[in-house]
């Protein structure tokens, strides 16, 4: 079993940064690769991005490119999501995720992704 647990979330101007962080316990958090989603009111869960295992290998949507930043600290068991230069469309519901068996370096489709931390808000304000 695994537990994730993300924080960070909050209410921020345009413009802003937040960086979000997600903590994980039970199994060998240094094999997974994990991801962040969002979702947000009526619309569909959406992939942010993914990191590798060993954190060597970082993809991101092309919404976010250039603006967040993936990293991981497997000695902390606990991957960052850092978000700068915030839009309003960036509000919604943050989860990040962990595929635990999978041997890709990454993965966009929320199905593939076996464990879900609760999720954390983050707004964005005009």
């Known amino acids: 079993q695994v537990q994730l647990v993300e924080s960070g979330g909050g209410l921020v101007q345009a413009g802003g940064s937040l960086r979000l962080s997600c903590a994980a316990s039970g199994r060998t958090f240094s094999r997974f690769v994990m991801g962040w989603f969002r979702q947000a009111p009526g619309k569909e869960r959406e992939f942010v991005g993914a990191?590798?295992?060993?954190?060597?290998?970082?993809t991101l949507a092309n919404s976010v490119k250039g603006r967040f930043t993936i990293s991981r600290d497997n000695a902390k068991n606990t991957i960052y999501l850092q978000m700068n230069s915030l839009k309003p469309e960036d509000t919604a519901v943050y989860y990040c995720?962990?595929?635990?068996?999978?041997?890709?370096?990454?993965?966009?489709?929320?199905?593939?992704?076996?464990?879900w931390g609760q999720g954390t808000q983050v707004t964005v304000s005009s």
């Open positions: 990191i590798s295992w060993n954190g060597g290998s970082t």
């Open positions: 995720a962990a595929n635990v068996g999978g041997s890709g370096s990454y993965y966009p489709r929320w199905n593939q992704y076996d464990y």
